[in-house]
């Protein structure tokens, strides 16, 4: 079968008669279990993905047929899915089952797209090589010795290994855009406030997004809106009406500011350093102008992140006691022993770090030095990434400072796993939108992706954006 890069594809082979859902299902289902080692599925959903294929068939036919009517979907492990199993890839929620679906999951469902199954992640989303699920490992399809990145990594291999058509992840400081680069697809972090994140197991709730993996533009932006909109179970959502993106048109002159510590910091490898640097040439030499700034706040932000993530983790994950969800321990005998034993049982040894840390820096002793400071410079980050943004449409960035890393090179080391995240968590501490584009690969054939951070609540802008950066790499 052709594979299909493009949603609006499907439609018109579905439309034709060319293609079947049933047809594009077992395909999908074929590709999973022919590449079931790189470990992209906790559980997949096959009968019921092909019943619904038949259904939707049937709409088809009948012309009732949403604007997702084929397109095959998988779900990271952190969205809830009415009566299916949800996890964040921990031991803590093993048997856990949804009782309601996220607000994205309905929509997209209402919209007639079909799931086909939950994809592992890094444990609670804490992570940046999948190398911390409790489900082992994902292997990234490009080279099945490296890391496909993290936290979303099932759903960047999904896509990436053609096991569905496109997915869904979340970002807290860069899991949807970090994996997407390592793996050649479109990942894109809505603007905070955009997408509901009711039904989303949450992981620091004023960082956290949904947005989606996709192999083409135009697919992250229909799934985009579909997804975007007031939700009146997400109190932190923006209260206007759901925009509508049309197709994205590359504009003739653009602006764009290149952070000067991309292209100069000692941790930027040099493949990407030099496709950044092409990338910045033609677009000069296309007549776009390309101003530099310095960030001197780069060094503060994988700190900050650090201190506000773990500090809403310890909070947020607080609820898993062993008494509401998931597992309780076999060898708990009175309350105390129920939240201890179920946690100490429950939770991996990075997930317990990061409580362990947000407790800290929470504690009444160390609350000013830490925590409120940490917000403090967050609000400094925001000010003056909106004030680069005055002058310009967009900041230009690699979305990673290397391509993909070896399996064990950074596990290690905490450190240097955090610092994977230099150049995405800026755009989660600010709130704005990001996208990850993938227009380059090292010669050995490694994606590496390009990032445009935009304005907030900019998004058809940076769509625009995107597509004159992938016509100045064509
Ligand atoms: N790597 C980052 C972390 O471990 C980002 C994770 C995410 O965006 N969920 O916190």
Redo the contacts with the bound molecule.
Sequence with gaps: MKTYNRISEVRSDLNSGAVSCVQLVNHYLQNIEDKKHLNAFLEVWADEALSRATLIDEKIKLGTAGRLAGVVVALKDVLAYKNHKVGSSSKILEGFESLYSATVVQRLFDEDAIFIGRTNC?EF????SNENSAYGPVKNAADESRVPG???GGSAVAVQANMCHCALG???????R?PSAFTGSFGFKPTYGLISRFGLLA??SS??QIGPMTKSLEDNMLLTEIMAGFDQHDATMRQQPADKYTTAVAPKKAKFAVMNEAIHHPGVAEEVKSSFKILIKNLENAGHEITYFDFPLLEQLVPA??VL?TAEASSNLSRYTGMLYGKRSENAHDLESTYTLSRTEGFGPEVKRRIMLGTFVLSSDHYDAYYSKAQKVRRVIQDQTNSVLENVDAILIPTTSTPAFKFGEKSKDPIA??L??LF??QA?LAGNPAISLPLFETEAGLPMGIQLMGKSFKEQELFNLSQLLIETCN
Excluded: H, L, P
């Excluded at 989303?125 to 940046?128: F, L, S």
């Excluded at 979340?170 to 949807?176: P, V, W």
């Design positions: 890094d989303a804490m992570g940046a993290g936290s979303s979340s970002d807290t400081g860069g899991s949807i970090q992981y620091a960082f956290d992140y650090y993530t796993m955090y994977a995240d995405t968590v989660n």
